[in-house]
């Protein structure tokens, strides 16, 4: 496999990983990255490395679209989790329209 088709295909799994992410975070609402890791694996067939699920994470927050906060749990360990910001719930729908109709012409139109 060619270096620039690597690095294409690497793009496109952080930006879907990214997104169905958010649409989890909207969906469900507020978890720790494991259990969001899990619930993505259960969702798309296969477990996402733990290094991407925070990559993806952090990408949201940095766009504002997610935020993160601490919790301590009844053992006293502390767990970060994350949430959809309002921003991030609102930009779902727009960003899910938009890859549907990318997508359409893009796998359509062969």
């Given amino acids: 496999m060619s270096k620039g088709l690597e ?14 992410a958010l649409k989890l975070l909207v969906e469900v609402g507020p978890m720790h990255g494991y259990r969001l890791r899990i619930l993505l694996g259960e969702k798309m ?5 733990e290094s991407s699920i925070y990559d993806a994470l952090k990408r949201l927050e940095r766009l504002g679209l997610a935020k ?21 719930a609102k930009a779902l729908n727009i960003i899910i329209n938009e ?10 139109e062969r």
Avoid at 7 to 20: C, P, S, V
Avoid at 68 to 88: F, H, I, N, P, Q
């Fill in 99 to 108: 890859a549907k109709k990318l997508m359409s012409w893009i796998v359509c």
């Fill in 7 to 20: 690095r294409l295909l690497r793009d496109l799994r952080t930006g879907i990983l990214a997104l169905a």
């Fill in 45 to 49: 067939g296969w477990e996402p490395p």
């Fill in 68 to 88: 993160s906060y601490w919790v301590r749990s009844s053992m006293g360990t502390l767990r970060k989790y994350y949430e959809a910001s309002d921003e991030g």
